[in-house]
């Protein structure tokens, strides 16, 4: 069972992350931070990517989507291709996705957080995830909160989409573009190290910095990201649950089986069955459908499996009688 959980970490994890990076939403060690400190994964992909050898696991990956007769969800990246055309295939050649002293990554500094002399009130979108728990948050932060049925023209307005990014909610609710922010709250602030905010490329820098020293109040880490569609961790454990999900539905394993050593094998303290439960199937659905109708990419439709059991309420470690 091992090389299947090993599958699921390169094809749900690495392959996404890869994606994210190569639209520019943020670097490498950015993403890696992120799904360290909000998602809970021990390393983060690039970090494994570098570890494991960039050319053995584009290797890896490129075989199963051969298999698998150029499946969308397997699709490898042309940022490892680069990568080993370069020579630069991870910790063995002293660099990779990072650089290598003494065979310890050199990790970039984070964005310092910025000062802001004035905080703009703060309005929350009416659909935003976790709403009550969002407002409790930036109450607790010392936000001045708009209560209005719409943000006034000086509001910072907060949404918290699920699977969309923040330039459609943005349109969709009629929103300054110019002074909206998206943040993720797939899993609940109160479980997680880090916030993630998101900007469109109408979003002002103002408008940015004072909703990054906002969140940053309380002392938690905070990275703004640029605009994407499920953020960072939505699309990577999205599509982590989603292929786990389908390599149940074609019967290359039971649940059981696939739940039995799937945390250490992932590097996280879940297996991805148990991850999709967590989160909530319903929530890693509508995730899914969001971003495929954000990219238009057939890689994010869910599996049958998880369509079903989300619709349904059902667990996603039930099987059929």
Not at 90 to 97: D, I, L, M, P
Not at 136 to 157: R, W, Y
Not at 290 to 301: A, E, H, I, K, S
Request: proline share 5%.
């Amino acid at each position: 069972m091992n090389s299947i959980y090993k599958t699921i970490g390169f094809l749900g994890g690495a392959t996404e992350a890869l994606q994210i990076a190569s639209e520019g939403v943020a670097d490498f060690a950015t993403i890696d931070r992120i799904l360290r400190d909000q998602a809970g994964f021990k390393l983060g992909p690039f970090q494994l990517l570098d570890i494991a050898g960039i050319d053995a696991a584009h290797e890896a990956i490129s075989s199963v989507y051969q298999q698998y007769l150029n499946e969308p969800r397997y699709r490898p990246s042309h940022l490892a291709v680069q990568r080993i055309s370069s020579g630069k295939l991870g910790q063995k050649t002293g660099e990779g996705f990072y650089t290598y002293v003494n065979g310890e990554a050199q990790m970039p500094a984070e964005v310092a957080t910025p000062t802001v002399s004035e905080m703009p009130p703060v309005w929350v979108s009416t659909r935003a995830m976790r709403r009550p728990e969002l407002l409790q948050l930036l109450k607790d932060l010392g936000a001045k909160i708009e209560t209005g049925a719409s943000p006034s023209a000086q509001a910072l307005s907060i949404v918290a989409p699920l699977g969309f990014d923040v330039t459609t909610v943005a349109i969709v609710e009629r929103l300054d573009p110019a002074r909206t922010v998206g943040i993720d709250m797939l899993i609940d602030d109160k479980l997680t190290q880090r916030r993630v905010l998101a900007t469109s490329p109408a979003t002002r820098a103002d408008m940015r910095d004072a909703a990054h020293a906002l969140f940053a109040r309380d002392g938690k880490a905070v990275t703004v990201i640029r605009d994407s569609g499920g953020f960072v961790t939505q699309r990577v454990v999205a599509n982590l649950i989603n292929i786990a999900c389908d390599m149940c539905q074609q019967g290359l394993c039971t649940p059981e089986e696939l739940e039995a050593t799937g945390a250490a094998d992932l590097g996280h303290s879940m297996g991805p069955l148990t991850m999709g439960n967590k989160y909530g199937p319903t929530e890693i659905l509508e995730v899914l459908f969001n971003v495929q109708t954000v990219y238009g990419d057939t890689r994010y439709r869910p599996s049958p499996w998880l369509r079903r059991r989300g619709a349904l309420g059902l667990s996603l470690m039930h099987t059929e009688s």
